[in-house]
């Protein structure tokens, strides 16, 4: 009996240390006003720390309401002292400070840093993200839906999807869209398109690129586009601030028209994909599309891509505004369109 006292005496002691010691592993912040949040600190931008929380998800704080903080593993800092980024960690300090213990690179000369400075004096840090990882799968999904009924009866619909999946060296993307525009009983919009590219890194910035796209309009005379390509690209930069690559392709690609004709011919393609985060997350600009360049066949030139910005209102769900455009230039039929959307969107 006295045995068994003393196993149920030494579980909560015992349940209290594992959860210690699973909290000494969390990135820790404590503000002015005495509180405490724990979790992961993502970036410091613009005055906005984000932290990522298991018990409310992505957490927002001011800059100037924090006291000091302190992070498990490097971060990618950037302050006053230093004209470059450099890789260090973070420590509790005296309160409207932080202690900085890292290394700083130069002309391949290695500096150790490790002083207290103060908080305002960080212009920004980001957590990096691992080159290699396990499956990481994120998605996104936008839909916007406006009916007006006057002396005429408009509907408008339009969604997208856009969706990725990232393991080890190999990084897939799958975006679909339909748009669809109604005035009493005249159909001007009746569109979809799929896009899937796949990416097989070389280095950490270096990859190599194949991707297949189809388009399928029912309006246009020129109502059917596919084409395929492979070829290099190069990822500048990807990381919680946000991400930008280009790559360039060669392949073929094939138009079809209303009349049944078709157009065949090999092209090359330069592709961009550029996204921008402001304000610890909260905003984003972003700009994706691509240029491609006919050899041969009636089509001359293409251009097709959208531009946009978000708000996000939490951790999944955001508003956002977007204008994208599908143009195919061609001495038999051409398309010039464009569309102007805005609507609700949900990540995960």
């Excluded at 984000?50 to 302190?70: E, M, P």
């Excluded at 498990?72 to 302050?79: A, F, S, T």
């Excluded at 748009?179 to 001007?188: H, M, P, Q, W």
């Amino acid at each position: 009996m006295p045995y068994r006292n003393l196993i149920a005496a030494r579980l909560p002691f015992s349940a209290m240390l594992c959860l210690l010691a699973g909290a000494a592993h969390a990135d820790t912040v404590w503000l002015k006003n005495g509180d405490r949040i724990s979790g992961t600190v993502r970036s410091l931008d613009a005055g906005k720390l984000l932290i990522s929380t298991d018990y409310g998800g992505d957490v927002r704080i001011a800059a100037d309401k924090i006291k000091t903080l302190q992070t498990e593993g490097d971060l990618v800092l950037r302050d006053q002292t230093f004209g470059r980024e450099y890789r260090a960690s973070l420590a509790a300090a005296n309160p409207g400070a932080v202690v900085v213990r890292g290394v700083v690179t130069e002309d391949g000369a290695s500096e150790p840093v490790d002083r207290q400075l103060p908080l305002s004096s960080l212009d920004g840090l980001v957590r990096p993200r691992p080159f290699l990882t396990d499956a990481l799968w994120t998605g996104r999904v936008d839909v916007a839906a406006n009916r007006k009924t006057a002396s005429t009866e408009t509907q408008d619909y339009s969604a997208a999807v856009q969706a990725g999946l990232r393991h080890g060296l190999w990084r897939h993307a799958l975006t679909a869209n339909y748009a669809r525009s109604k005035e009493e009983d005249s159909v001007n919009t009746n569109n979809y398109g799929v896009d899937y590219t796949l990416d097989r890194f070389l280095s950490e910035q270096a990859f190599w690129q194949g991707r297949v796209l189809h388009r399928r309009d029912w309006v246009e005379d020129l109502n059917r586009q596919t084409g395929y390509g492979t070829g290099p690209g190069y990822q500048f930069w990807d990381d919680e601030r946000g991400a930008f690559s280009m790559s360039a392709l060669f392949g073929r690609v094939h138009y079809g028209y209303d009349d049944g004709g078709s157009d065949n011919s090999y092209a090359a393609s330069l592709r961009w994909d550029y996204l921008k985060y402001f304000s610890g997350k909260q905003y984003e600009i972003y700009a994706r599309g691509e240029l491609t360049r006919p050899f041969g066949g009636a089509a001359q030139v293409s251009v097709s891509g959208e531009m946009g910005a978000r708000y996000n209102l939490n951790s999944w769900l955001s508003l956002y505004a977007k204008y994208a455009r599908n143009q195919v230039s061609s001495s038999r039929e051409s398309i010039n369109e464009s569309i102007f959307g805005t609507g609700l969107g949900v990540r995960w």
